[in-house]
């Protein structure tokens, strides 16, 4: 399947299939500076991205199960139809999913792109009785990656979904890091009964567990991890909310696939679409959202 795959999407010097964890399918943009980002088939899954410089700006887990039964923990996991819990299983199934290769190209500008595909399915189709299409483009510049996800209602019936890009940030120390931009903003407490609050600090610290949905916030915050000196800009369009989270010591001990002193080097800043209650898509109908992140300041 990997040489299949190569051979018919990789592209010299820029997208290449290899075997990765526990055997699955990964694919390897590698832009000319020498940028570098990795997705794994499983979920459509970013598991890496690497500054020119070869700095990982993404965390994944130690502990992470890397097999088609589990989700990844860390990078990218691609949520949909359903964010949290609910009938589905948690988070929703496209990242338990096996997503396809829809195409890959290195643009005129050298940007190297991939586009990943996941359509129903009879067993998508047991658990959430809706056809979709759902694709995910992977942009890759010298200092910027960009997540493109379009969902297509294909179903003869409108149906209501989530989608979100629950991104796993590396942090030098969550202590020492800062989320900047959602001040004023209304904000869901999920550690107390989803309680309604403005925000009223200008930068989120992590000093404890924190799972809040920030409702239709700005389109571009910033994550400062003061511990490598490194500022990140996070710049979304049609995905107006975010979730900020880290689940600290006790909520660490309680994840099988999660070490219990890895809370303190990452941070999740997660975009997306209706986290609060899904949004409705018409037959035919096809929504967009995209997120950018961009190194702004690099370690000297
Ligand atoms: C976040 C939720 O989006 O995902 C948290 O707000 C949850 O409550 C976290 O713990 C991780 O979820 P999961 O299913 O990957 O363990």
């Given at each position: 399947?990997?040489?299949?795959?190569?051979?018919?999407?990789?592209?010299?010097?820029?997208?290449?299939?290899?075997?990765?964890?526990?055997?699955?399918?990964?694919?390897?943009?590698?832009?000319?500076?020498?940028?570098?980002?990795?997705?794994?088939l499983?979920?459509?899954?970013?598991?890496s991205w690497?500054?020119?410089?070869?700095?990982?700006?993404?965390?994944?887990?130690r502990?992470?199960?890397?097999?088609?039964?589990?989700?990844?923990?860390?990078?990218?996991p691609?949520?949909?139809?359903q964010?949290?819990?609910?009938?589905?299983?948690?988070?929703?199934?496209?990242?338990?999913?096996?997503?396809?290769?829809?195409?890959?190209e290195?643009r005129a500008?050298?940007?190297?792109?991939?586009?990943?595909?996941?359509?129903?399915?009879?067993?998508?189709?047991?658990?959430?009785?809706?056809?979709?299409?759902?694709?995910?483009?992977?942009?890759?510049?010298?200092?910027?990656?960009?997540?493109?996800?379009?969902v297509?209602?294909?179903?003869?019936?409108?149906?209501?979904?989530?989608?979100?890009?629950?991104?796993?940030?590396?942090?030098?120390d969550?202590?020492?890091?800062?989320?900047?931009?959602?001040?004023?903003t209304?904000?869901?407490?999920?550690?107390?009964?989803?309680?309604?609050?403005?925000?009223?600090?200008?930068?989120?610290?992590?000093?404890g567990?924190?799972?809040?949905?920030?409702?239709?916030?700005?389109?571009?915050?910033?994550?400062?991890?003061?511990?490598?000196?490194?500022?990140?800009?996070?710049?979304?369009?049609?995905?107006?909310?975010?979730?900020?989270?880290?689940p600290?010591?006790?909520?660490?001990?309680?994840?099988?696939?999660?070490?219990d002193?890895?809370?303190?080097?990452?941070?999740?800043?997660?975009?997306?679409?209706?986290?609060?209650?899904?949004?409705?898509?018409?037959?035919?109908?096809?929504?967009?959202?995209?997120?950018?992140?961009?190194?702004?300041?690099?370690?000297?």
């Amino acid at each position: 399947m990997i040489d299949a795959l190569q051979t018919r999407y990789g592209i010299e010097g820029a997208i290449a299939f290899s075997a990765g964890n526990n055997g699955l399918a990964r694919m390897v943009l590698t832009h000319a500076s020498g940028a570098s980002t990795a997705v794994y088939l499983h979920g459509a899954h970013v598991t890496s991205w690497k500054s020119p410089e070869g700095a990982e700006l993404f965390f994944v887990s130690r502990e992470s199960h890397f097999s088609p039964q589990h989700p990844i923990r860390g990078g990218i996991p691609v949520i949909f139809p359903q964010f949290g819990g609910g009938p589905l299983p948690q988070h929703g199934f496209a990242r338990l999913s096996e997503w396809s290769v829809a195409g890959t190209e290195v643009r005129a500008d050298g940007s190297v792109a991939a586009v990943l595909q996941l359509s129903s399915t009879p067993e998508t189709l047991a658990l959430w009785p809706h056809r979709f299409h759902l694709e995910l483009q992977v942009l890759l510049r010298e200092r910027t990656l960009t997540l493109t996800v379009q969902v297509l209602n294909t179903d003869p019936r409108p149906f209501d979904f989530t989608q979100v890009l629950h991104t796993y940030f590396r942090v030098a120390d969550c202590e020492q890091a800062a989320v900047v931009g959602l001040q004023g903003t209304t904000y869901l407490d999920s550690l107390r009964d989803d309680a309604r609050e403005t925000e009223a600090r200008d930068e989120i610290r992590f000093a404890g567990e924190t799972d809040r949905i920030y409702l239709n916030v700005p389109d571009c915050l910033h994550l400062r991890d003061e511990g490598n000196g490194r500022v990140l800009a996070i710049e979304k369009q049609g995905m107006p909310d975010v979730t900020v989270w880290n689940p600290w010591i006790d909520k660490a001990r309680r994840m099988p696939d999660f070490g219990d002193d890895e809370y303190r080097w990452m941070v999740c800043v997660e975009t997306g679409v209706a986290m609060a209650a899904p949004t409705t898509l018409a037959p035919g109908q096809r929504w967009q959202g995209e997120t950018t992140f961009r190194v702004e300041r690099d370690p000297a």
